[in-house]
């Protein structure tokens, strides 16, 4: 089994940023995609951005203003967030599957969540 826990989130801020970050326990995800998701109030859960699982290829949703990394030492992985708008307010979440990330904007099956964080933008 696989724990994400995610931190970073709050208030800012439009024009702001934010860095999330997201660590994972109970057995390495070095091999894993690994992600974010978030959901907006009234909203479904939508496809953020993913990064394989060494790193070498990330995937973003159309007109996504983030940066996605990964720190497989850590078993982390971050959402550098800037110039952020208040239509991104949401319950970040974090999430870890073995699907190559490509696939991961057309459906949110991944194996693993984490509970989320949650940024408000203001305006």
């Known amino acids: 089994q696989v724990q994400l826990v995610e931190s970073g989130g709050g208030l800012v801020q439009a024009g702001g940023s934010l860095r999330l970050s997201c660590t994972a326990s109970g057995r390495t995800v070095s091999s894993y995609t690994m992600g974010w998701f978030r959901q907006a109030p009234g909203k479904e859960r939508e496809f953020v951005a993913a990064?394989?699982?060494?790193?070498?290829s990330t995937y973003y949703a159309d007109s996504v203003r983030f940066t996605i990394s990964r720190d497989n030492a850590k078993n982390t992985v971050y959402l550098q967030m800037n110039s952020l708008k208040p239509e991104d307010t949401a319950v970040y979440y974090c999430a870890a599957d073995r699907r190559v990330g490509s696939m991961w904007r057309y459906s949110n099956d991944v194996s693993y969540w984490g509970k989320g964080t949650l940024v408000t933008v203001s305006s």
């Open positions: 990064i394989a699982w060494n790193g070498g």
